[in-house]
Antibody, heavy 115, light 107 residues
């Protein structure tokens, strides 16, 4: 089955760290650009970061630049988001999504940043 | 950043109705416009890409049109399973940006 499954969400204190994972299956993961997108009731859907198929290019939203790091392991069919120094405003459901058209989404993982 | 503006923000419609949602970009995005559907508690799903191409498995009652700055999503005959929130998304430039969503509710 073609799917993306996120994990790693939870409660984290401001200034702490958290690593999100996204496991891909059913398709050639190494051929696709991958993305992280987050969603809150207040701000809606917000693109967070993208990484090219070979990890050559990485892009970040201004709101997370310098704090979050995207990476991938094509041998393990996995995408990651390292969240350092999270802020309360980073609280959201985080989705991984495939390709520039976001043609495949995971089920999401909730990240809550609170003291 | 390219701003995406959807209208209306919500609408009420009956099963069988024709429904139209519009999306406007703050600058030309050619045809790099996608539409996603999201049901409560679920992840978004791609419906239409490149303004008018139907994603595999999506019913033909969904259609998209437009280019440049103005785009439309049309549901020709609303079905019970179509009650959801719809988002436009531009893929023309980074950062990818989304419209605020249009919630389609039962009248």
């Amino acid at each position: 089955e073609v799917q993306l499954v996120e994990s790693g969400g939870g409660l984290v204190k401001p200034g702490g760290s958290l690593r999100l994972s996204c496991a891909a299956s059913g398709f050639t993961f190494s051929s696709y650009r991958m993305n992280w997108v987050r969603q809150t009731p207040e701000k809606g859907l917000e693109w967070v970061s993208s990484i090219s198929s070979g990890s050559d290019y990485k892009y970040y939203a201004d709101s997370v630049k310098g704090r979050f790091t995207i990476s991938r392991d094509n041998a393990e069919n996995s995408l990651y988001l390292q969240m350092n120094s999270p802020r309360v405003e980073d609280t959201a459901v985080y989705y991984c999504a495939r390709d520039g058209n976001l043609d495949l989404w995971g089920q999401g993982t909730l990240v809550t940043v609170s003291s | 950043d390219i701003q995406m503006t959807q209208s209306p923000s919500s609408l009420s419609a009956s099963v069988g109705d024709r429904v139209t949602i519009t999306c406007r970009a703050s600058q030309s995005i050619n045809r790099y416009l996608n539409w996603h559907q999201q049901k409560p508690g679920k992840a978004p799903e791609l419906l239409i890409y490149a303004a008018s191409s139907l994603q595999s498995g999506v019913p033909s009652r969904f259609s998209g049109s437009g280019s440049g700055t103005d785009f439309t999503l049309t549901i020709s005959s609303l079905q019970p399973e179509d009650f959801a929130t719809y988002y436009c998304q531009q893929g023309y430039s980074t950062p990818v940006t989304f419209g605020q969503g249009t919630k389609v509710e039962i009248k």
